[in-house]
């Protein structure tokens, strides 16, 4: 499987990244968890402990090894560098590992937003190809809104782009934007999950505004969430009923999604 999980900031995709991570790995999956949201609280939804978390650094902040591999400084816009270089033992030599998953972060190029042509998008987007076409493991890549790391070289390998919105209109309109932006990097179906749903009212709300895109499932409102962000503590054992609602989403994404 692999998963790339996107929606406004605060909606909750990396809750159920988290919640799927855990539900993969407790049915046998190797799973490698990814960080692709500069916010950064995937660790903390998984909850590694603070020194753990402290080990995964991100890799676009490796200026050293950057260079090494595409040879440019990062921090340089144009120029000669390599676009493919070299990123097959950067999972493993990077990565931290909790409770049987693996998680790397790929952090935020600095300067020269999305598309930027640099040696560090050069490097995050060779990483993702690798991770997506390579990587003999469960995938699943919490993201921001944008899909800039993701190109039409790996987005046809991604079995499922999910889109998490809370039961509000402009949290929707993200979740739009994100279909739209799978498209032009020519995947069509992309999965509406709801998050924080308090009553059948707003579920419906939700199914409603779907709009072209498939609806498998939702997470409730619930405090739990909360108390484990704010303890730092998986939300997994501090959810019971997110566990619960995140396996059932998990039971409609086959690998022949």
Do not use: W
Not at 16 to 35: E, F
Not at 104 to 122: D, K, N, Q
């Amino acid at each position: 499987m692999k998963l790339a999980i996107a929606g406004k900031g605060g909606v909750g995709k990396t809750t159920l990244a988290a919640l799927l991570a855990y539900i993969y790995t407790a049915q046998g999956q190797k799973v490698i968890a990814i960080d692709a949201d500069p916010a950064a609280s995937l660790a903390n939804a998984l909850g590694l402990p603070p020194e753990l978390a402290a080990k995964a650094q991100p890799i676009a902040e490796m200026d050293e090894l950057i260079e090494e591999r595409t040879g440019a400084k990062p921090g340089t816009v144009g120029g000669f560098f390599k676009l493919n270089p070299r990123v097959d033992d950067v999972p493993e030599r990077f990565s931290v590992t909790h409770r049987g998953i693996k998680m790397l972060r790929l952090g935020s190029i600095r300067g020269g937003g999305a598309g930027c042509i640099c040696p560090e998008s050069a490097m995050l987007k060779a990483l993702v190809t690798h991770l997506v076409l390579y990587q003999n493991e469960t995938l699943i890549m919490d993201m921001e809104a944008g899909l800039e790391h993701l190109g039409r070289a790996t987005a046809g390998a991604v079995n499922a782009f999910i889109a998490v919105a809370e039961p509000g209109r402009r949290s929707l309109d993200t979740a739009h934007r994100i279909q739209q932006l799978a498209a032009e990097i020519g995947v069509k179906t992309v999965y509406l999950v709801a998050n924080k749903i308090h009553d059948e009212a707003e579920l419906e709300f939700v199914k409603s505004s779907a709009d072209g895109l498939e609806f498998i499932g939702y997470l409730p409102f619930d405090e739990a969430a909360g108390d484990a962000d704010r303890r730092s503590i998986a939300v997994y054992d501090a959810a019971p009923k997110l566990a619960e609602a995140a396996r059932q989403i998990a039971d409609k994404l086959k690998p022949s999604a």
